[in-house]
């Protein structure tokens, strides 16, 4: 079946520093990725749709100027959270849509940051 | 945009009896309807789906069932087992994905 490879698993970094996180399409062409923040016991936050070769597109609330999305290819899109806070925590995880959107969606294994 | 509401937030049963949990959306233009389990710290893992032009799916001991008329959804676990203690979400899809807030099952032995 589909697969994404998200990396790293977990992080650390102090605050100030910047954080990319990569999700890779394996063995499918991920047109559209969705990356989400999930804080302890709630649920999966959309905070952006990429997809290849155009800008993504943020969700209200969320600034596009610290957590960048890059999807470059058909196989990869990258968030880089900039100048992390101790706020910026969470688990990120990323979604790749199989086939035409609305047929199926995969899951990355999630990014724990913690910013320390 | 979609609007997803799931409940209860919170549910214990005890192990054989079964776990309903439901959900509503706004937007009448998602058509397709998945379910995930998610363990802690781990990826959502997709335990059933329903696509808009079906009204009931099963497998298994889970069943989903759809009322697109009143835009709700909702999760059937029968015969509910210790390892089906997780937190399920579902969420909403037309172009993009929207998750409901989660449900945490607690299954008591």
């Known amino acids: 079946g589909a697969v994404v490879s998200q990396h790293p698993s977990r992080v650390i970094c102090k605050s100030g520093t910047s954080v990319k996180i990569e999700c890779r399409s394996l063995?499918?062409?991920?047109?559209?990725m969705f990356w989400y923040r999930q804080f302890p016991k709630q649920s999966l936050m959309l905070m952006a749709t990429?997809?290849?070769?155009?800008?993504?597109?943020?969700e209200q609330g969320v600034e596009k100027d610290k957590f960048l999305i890059n999807h470059a290819s058909l196989t990869l899109s990258t968030l880089t959270v900039t100048s992390a806070h101790p706020e910026d925590s969470s688990f990120y995880i990323c979604?790749?849509?199989?086939?035409?959107?609305?047929?199926?969606?995969?899951f990355g294994s999630g990014t724990r940051l913690t910013v320390v | 945009g979609e609007n997803v509401e799931q409940h209860p937030s919170t549910l214990s049963v005890q192990e054989g009896d079964s776990a309903v949990i439901k959900c509503t959306y706004s937007?009448?233009?998602?058509?397709?309807f998945p379910w995930y389990k998610q363990e802690l710290g781990k990826r959502p893992q997709l335990i059933i789906d329903?696509?808009?032009?079906?009204g009931e799916k099963k497998d298994q001991r889970i069943a989903v069932t759809l009322n697109k008329t009143a835009k709700h959804f909702s999760l059937h676990i029968t015969e509910t087992q210790p390892e089906d203690s997780a937190v399920y979400f579902c969420?909403?899809?037309?172009?993009?994905?929207?998750f409901g807030t989660g449900t945490s099952l607690t299954v008591i032995p």
């Open positions: 979604s790749a849509a199989v086939g035409a959107p609305g047929y199926g969606y995969t």
């Open positions: 063995d499918f062409q991920a047109t559209t």
């Open positions: 990429s997809n290849e070769g155009s800008k993504a597109t943020y």
């Open positions: 937007d009448s233009a998602s058509n397709y």
């Open positions: 329903i696509r808009s032009n079906v």
């Open positions: 969420a909403a899809s037309s172009d993009q994905f929207y």
